[in-house]
């Protein structure tokens, strides 16, 4: 396993981080990838050259600097995944909770005070 570190000038928010991963999908050589975007870094863990890489990161015209590529033992990228899995569920729940809330709100809203009124 090849890990290979690229610099990308032009990284600065996870909209970038989020249009790399989408060029990068179709490549099956790729085990996976770790962004820091503060240091505008992309470590790449893939077989073979990155030479493919490269050339499709190139043309995301994102200024794109190969670094180094290092041999790297690292197999197990799926140790946040768990994590990340009910952290999107614990949203999902919360955000539906809101959901029901104001639908019943927008339901019972229009009769305020309608039931109070005396004669």
Not at 51 to 76: G, P
Request: glycine content about 4%; hydrophobic content about 40%; aromatic content about 12%.
């Amino acid at each position: 396993m090849n890990k290979t570190t690229f610099q990308i000038s032009k990284m600065d928010c996870p909209a970038e981080e989020n249009i790399i991963k989408m060029k990068l999908s179709g490549f099956t050589e790729i085990a996976a990838l770790a962004f820091d975007v503060p240091n505008r870094l992309v470590v790449i863990y893939h077989s073979g050259n990155h030479d493919e890489i490269l050339k499709a990161l190139d043309s995301l015209d994102f200024d794109t600097t190969f670094i180094a590529t290092e041999t790297s033992n690292d197999v197990n990228f799926n140790t946040n995944s768990k994590q990340q899995k009910r952290l999107l569920q614990q949203v999902f729940i919360h955000q539906f909770f809101l959901f029901c809330i104001g639908t019943i709100n927008g339901i019972f809203i229009p009769f305020h005070g309608t039931f109070s009124r005396r004669p």
